[in-house]
């Protein structure tokens, strides 16, 4: 399956080292000879045959992206990829049953940042964690990791862990799924350009059959949950040539 010839540029992080990819897959016939072709492309590649293993491996060792595989005996990729997303910012590529459309937007949903379905040209996955390493080491840092639960800013508290905005009356409002997200990449970048294609990925929309241009929408409606006066916004203003700030001080408890 994978005898094409890989790419012949040695792909490097920032630091001038080779990116590690860790593939993690019960199938030997998979995982084995994927290691082999990303070696070969250029990469450190190391193999897990299950979510143990794979959580030995991201403790002991600094991997830089996740391939892996849905379908495993015990704990599955999914459950695995949602562990990922909550203790570390490790993109994922989902390894999926061809046409398991469920599958994928569920993949999607827990954190991953792409997904390839089985069985894959080589070529393509290469390509696809080329792209994903690109977009995920130009992200701005976090103002802190992922276990903060209450962040203030204005007159608003936002609650993370019950998903909802609380005003300076006690009034909470409940969030949707995306406004939630796109309310997450602001609050951890305060005062940062961010671009559409950025917010597509702080939110995991890299979907365009599903997400598409739906970041406009989104940030209007969350500017009608928050801002006094949308159409003059305080807190989430447009930038020029494409994109969006978060312009408030936030504070993290």
């Excluded at 084995?32 to 492309?41: C, I, Q, T």
């Excluded at 390839?116 to 964690?129: D, G, I, S, Y």
């Excluded at 300076?168 to 949707?176: C, F, M, R, T, Y």
């Excluded at 970048?189 to 917010?199: D, F, G, I, W």
Aim: positive net charge; contains cysteine.
């Amino acid at each position: 399956m994978l005898s094409s010839n890989p790419q012949k540029a040695k792909p490097v992080t920032e630091s001038g080292v080779q990116p590690h990819i860790l593939v993690v897959d019960d199938a030997r016939d998979i995982r084995e000879p994927l290691v082999r072709y990303l070696k070969e492309s250029g990469y450190r590649a190391t193999a897990a045959d299950g979510a143990q293993a794979a959580r030995r491996l991201m403790r002991t060792s600094g991997i830089d992206l996740v391939i892996l595989d849905i379908m495993m005996p015990g704990e599955d990729g999914l459950s695995l990829c949602r562990s990922i997303r909550e203790n570390s910012g490790i993109p994922v590529i989902m390894l999926t049953a061809r046409g398991d459309e469920l599958d994928r937007i569920v993949g999607l949903e827990v954190g991953a940042d792409d997904y390839v379905a089985k069985p894959f040209n080589p070529r393509e996955l290469l390509a696809r964690v080329s792209a994903v390493l690109r977009r995920t080491n130009t992200l701005p840092p976090r103002l802190r990791g992922p276990t903060a639960e209450r962040y203030r800013f204005g007159e608003w508290t936002f609650n993370a862990a019950q998903r909802e905005i609380v005003g300076p009356e006690g009034l909470a409002l409940p969030l949707s799924s995306g406004e939630f997200k796109l309310l997450m990449a602001f609050l951890e970048r305060p005062k940062v350009a961010l671009s559409r294609e950025q917010l597509l990925d702080l939110t995991k929309g890299r979907d365009a059959e599903v997400f598409d241009r739906s970041i406009d929408n989104q940030v209007s409606r969350l500017r009608r949950k928050i801002e006094q006066d949308p159409k003059n916004p305080r807190y989430i203003k447009t930038v020029w040539g494409g994109g969006y700030m978060f312009t408030s001080d936030v504070e993290i408890f």
